[in-house]
């Protein structure tokens, strides 16, 4: 008799926070991250990740840096200096250019779900070495 048990995830993160001002762009990563079992909240502007971060922080952040309210750089910012920082990935996820800070990593626009998954399961390795 077959069981539908899920395999152990091999991410470190549980809880994921998507900001993307593009729906279709949030829907996709959720629907990918909650099959693959991650706990996703989604948001659609920075000023909603940074409210979003007062009252929880979640293990990963996936970051769009082109949002009409608060881009992406000032969330970045704020997220610097937020008390938990360290405890948390960030994974900016944009069709934009510019260099992205070394303590996060970048995922280009468009891209294929697969690359988004190996991103974090090397993110999640890389954690995880002393």
Sequence with gaps: ???NQK???P???GRVLVVDDDHDARQLMQDHLERR???VITVESGADAIA???QDTPGLILLDLEMNDMNGWEVMTLLKRHPRFG???VV???GSNGTVPKWAAHLKKPFRIDALMGLLENQARSSKTP
């Design 1 to 3: 008799m077959a069981t």
């Design 7 to 9: 395999a152990p995830l």
């Design 11 to 13: 991410y470190a993160y």
């Design 37 to 39: 079992g991650f706990e």
């Design 52 to 54: 979003y971060l007062a």
């Design 87 to 89: 405890s948390f990935q």
């Design 92 to 94: 900016v996820v944009t």
